[in-house]
């Protein structure tokens, strides 16, 4: 009697393992990593370091201000959307810091060059 339950449990595991097992390869297929197509097609030109700041500058412009468009809007009543006002708020402000670390890494690495002897 006391058997029972046990090999019940068992194969009750047992059966739970399977449906995971199964349930783990239907999530993560087999597959073979190979080469990107879009290296051989050279989609993707070199970008001087001058267009990439140029780049990121005009990312956190567009963050800054749409960040004060939601908050506008929300002040005058035109949207009731705080929360995106306030997600728009905090993802200019974490751009602008990014932004800054960069400058300031940027103008040490500078000021480091500068004082290289020749």
Known sequence: ?????????????????TKM?????QVQPDFMV???PMDTQKVNQP?????????????V??????ASKKMTAVETGQ?????????????????????MQVRNKV???FEDVMKMPV
């Open 61 to 66: 412009n567009e963050h800054q201000s749409l």
């Open 21 to 25: 097992q199964a349930m783990q390869q």
């Open 79 to 99: 949207s009731d959307d705080l929360v995106g006002a306030m997600i728009a708020s905090q993802k200019a402000s974490l751009s602008f810091s990014a932004l």
């Open 107 to 109: 103008v040490a690495s």
């Open 47 to 59: 970008l001087a370091f001058s267009g990439a700041m140029k780049n990121v500058l005009d990312m």
């Open 34 to 36: 190979t080469n990107n």
């Open 1 to 17: 009697m006391a058997m029972q339950p046990i090999n019940n449990a068992v194969s009750a595991e047992q059966l739970m393992l």
